[in-house]
């Protein structure tokens, strides 16, 4: 079945610091990637997605690339900032958007 | 409303109580998800409903687990006799279709002492 892989967190970084969070999937077909974010004491917010290869997702200066000969949807972030501190989940669907798969988070701490 | 609310927000809870959780959706969305995430774990599939009825109960973790959706809209999770390990903070979205973007309500804060 499909399954998603994120890099164990938690991650602290000082602010400014470049941010990445690997993630990779196992999917069959032509899947839709997306990252999703949790900020203390929110629901789930979707951050960014890409729905075909080589498709670049950016929102609030992060980027994903989806990249099908590695099977990665790495998040990238030029410079962080202590608000971005929070969790970050990787996900898939199926090409029928059915069988969303999570990752299991990534909690990002962002220092002054 | 504009997004997708839940309640109650928090709910505390005996052991081998029932407890039931709403969900209503954004009006006019079709599909309806539950999730729950647990202390230290990522989040976890419970069912999936299109309309009223529900393709993927897949992901209930025993017979305990059950929902329900009435008129394409608000939707109730279930679960009989809690037990400590259902502590969690239960999740709903709604999507426009299936193949569309989800939003996330607030999620139910789930204790069972």
């Known amino acids: 079945g499909n399954s998603v892989t994120q890099m164990e967190g938690p991650v602290t970084l000082s602010e400014e610091a470049f941010l990445t969070i690997n993630c990779t999937y196992t999917?069959?077909?032509?899947?839709?990637l997306f990252w999703y974010v949790q900020y203390p004491g929110e629901g789930l917010q979707l951050l960014l997605k890409?729905?075909?290869?080589?498709d670049k997702g950016s929102n609030k200066g992060f980027e994903a690339t989806y990249r099908k000969e590695t099977t990665s949807f790495h998040l990238e972030k030029g410079s962080v900032q202590v608000s971005d501190s929070a969790v970050y989940f990787c996900a898939l669907s199926d090409q029928n958007g059915q069988n969303f798969v999570f990752g299991p988070g990534t909690r990002l701490s962002v220092l002054p | 409303g504009a997004g997708v609310s839940q309640s109650p927000s928090n709910k505390v809870t005996e052991k081998g109580k029932d407890v039931e959780l709403r969900c209503d959706p954004i009006s006019g969305h079709t599909a309806l998800y539950w999730y729950r995430q647990s202390l230290g774990q990522g989040l976890e599939f419970l069912i999936y409903f299109q309309g009223n009825s529900a393709p993927d109960k897949s992901g209930l973790p025993s017979d305990r687990f059950s929902a329900e959706r009435t008129g394409g809209s608000v939707s109730t999770l279930t679960i009989q006799r809690t037990q400590q390990e259902d502590s969690a903070v239960y999740l709903c979205?709604?999507?426009?279709?299936?193949?569309?973007?989800?939003?996330f309500g607030p999620g139910t804060r789930l204790l069972v002492l």
């Open positions: 890409a729905t075909k290869a080589d």
């Open positions: 979205a709604s999507s426009l279709a299936a193949r569309s973007v989800w939003t």
């Open positions: 999917a069959t077909g032509y899947p839709s």
